[in-house]
């Protein structure tokens, strides 16, 4: 994030970010798939993202529990 902060800063000028990303990452129907940058999901995935997504932040609170004991 130290980007943004530096970007911040610079006022007389346009300032630009490149972000080096992955479409997708992380659900199993879309990770890295070209065809997921600008399409729409079906219901189906929609389901399934959100369960994924769901599974992702139960491990994540899960992690950030055990870190303030």
Request: charged share 25%; aromatic share 8%.
């Amino acid at each position: 994030m130290a980007a943004l902060d530096e970007a911040e800063t610079i006022k007389d000028k346009p300032t630009a970010i490149i972000a080096h990303t992955i479409k997708g990452k992380g659900f199993s129907f879309s990770h890295n798939n070209v065809a997921f940058h600008n399409g729409a999901m079906t219901q189906a995935q929609y389901d399934l993202g959100l369960k994924e997504a769901d599974a992702v932040l139960a491990e994540f609170q899960g992690v950030k529990e055990t870190e303030a004991r």
